[in-house]
């Protein structure tokens, strides 16, 4: 099942989609079915649909954190001049970071070097803490596409991660949360102006979903709406002002924000 958020009018709701294209993207045909309530709690619809071109998606979640990891693809690694650690590399981004499909992605002033790195984000639906990795089936509500946005020449600058990687807009996420993933079965490609930058299966990540999630929350305290950014794949390259920029994911849908320079 597929789960998005979206404004319609002046309300907000969750709303189940249907209708998609066969590559998972949005036609006239496509719909949505407003829920009652939180998804993650109980999916119940409203009763109406609306048609899904005419509303107003937002990010499919609103996550009290997002946490990241690095260096989760050999070639990448390789192309950022490292080895895949032993351990997963965490890192986190602020909630404030996150914005929906659409929404513009504001290069800041401070940063000469934005990049896109394409991710599979997993949501998690239900608190959790020290999952056993043969349990963390039970706590994920789904996935959806994310963009890793990256300051890069801050990265380097700063020795830690917080500010490249926080900007406000630098965590895209969506188009929508699918339910019924196989990740292994998937891959991703990110796109700029429709040239392909990235191309992966996520059966080549290193640690994979399950060994992230229980590896996370051994750390700490996963809330409902948390997202996990699973690593990106080589391929990581600039965005400039003028750029549309996708992350798809087989059997979810895609990801497209525009580029635009942040005021100073
Ligand atoms: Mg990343």
């Given at each position: 099942m597929l789960i998005c958020r979206f404004a319609a009018g002046e309300d907000i709701w969750y709303g189940a989609v249907d209708g998609l294209d066969d590559d998972d993207a949005i036609t006239e045909e496509s719909i949505v079915a407003p829920i009652e309530g939180h998804p993650f709690v109980d999916i119940r619809p409203e009763g109406s649909v609306l048609k899904l071109a005419d509303v107003r998606l937002l990010a499919p979640v609103i996550p009290t954190k997002v946490v990241c990891v690095g260096k989760n693809y050999r070639a990448h690694a390789a192309e950022m001049g490292g080895e895949v650690p032993e351990e997963p590399l965490l890192f986190a981004k602020p909630s404030t970071a996150v914005i929906g499909t659409g929404d513009p992605i504001d290069l800041p002033w401070q940063s000469e070097q934005v990049e896109h790195e394409g991710e599979l984000a997993v949501v998690i639906g239900r608190m959790c803490k020290d999952v056993p990795i043969d349990r963390v089936d039970d706590v994920i509500f789904g996935y959806t596409c994310a963009n890793d946005v990256t300051a890069r020449d801050l990265q380097a600058k700063d020795g830690q991660w917080l500010r490249a990687k926080g900007f406000d807009t630098f965590a895209p996420l969506g188009p929508w949360i699918q339910t019924d993933l196989t990740p292994a079965d998937a891959d991703i490609t990110v796109t700029v102006n429709g040239e392909t930058r990235q191309h992966a299966g996520?059966?080549?990540?290193?640690?994979?979903v399950p060994a992230l999630v229980a590896y996370v929350s051994s750390c700490m305290t996963l809330l409902p709406g948390d997202v996990i950014l699973t690593g990106t794949p080589e391929g990581v390259g600039p965005l400039v002002a003028g750029d549309s920029v996708s992350v798809g994911i087989t059997g979810i849908g895609t990801l497209t924000n525009p580029v635009r320079s942040a005021a100073p």
């Open positions: 996520l059966d080549t990540m290193v640690h994979d």
